[in-house]
């Protein structure tokens, strides 16, 4: 039905900048928020920004005034600039997407295979 389809992770040294994409794509009849959530090893999955189809954003007090969440509502994507990078952002990131499949009166919870992030000091 619909799957997020992630890119845009890598290594990096500390103080730099990475760019992650995620595009929803399948048979989609809507979209609400979307978001990135990430999770270190031994921790929990974590918000780290949000956004809603009207544009409205939270971020995680942790990543604020260094990331960017922006999304094009007309191709279903989302992105997260993540500048000064410190090596504690170091995670696997996932997108998320709150989605109503064509054919469906609710909103669902769909979640990206994750995309690794490792900001070496």
């Known amino acids: 039905q619909v799957q997020l389809v992630e890119s845009g992770g890598g290594l990096v040294q500390a103080g730099g900048s990475l760019r992650l994409s995620c595009a929803a794509v399948?048979?989609?009849?809507?979209?609400?928020?979307m978001g990135w959530y990430r999770q270190a090893p031994g921790k929990q999955r974590e918000l780290v920004a949000a956004?809603?189809?009207?544009?409205?954003?939270d971020y995680a007090d942790s990543v604020k005034g260094r990331f960017t969440i922006s999304r094009d509502n007309a191709k279903n994507t989302v992105y997260l600039q993540m500048h000064s990078l410190k090596p504690e952002d170091t995670a696997v990131y996932y997108c998320?997407?709150?989605?109503?499949?064509?054919?469906?009166?609710?909103?669902?919870?769909?979640w990206g295979q994750g995309t690794q992030v490792t900001v070496s000091s």
């Open positions: 998320n997407a709150q989605a109503r499949p064509n054919g469906s009166f609710l909103y669902t919870n769909f």
């Open positions: 399948g048979s989609i009849s809507s979209i609400s928020a």
């Open positions: 956004t809603t189809s009207g544009g409205s954003t």
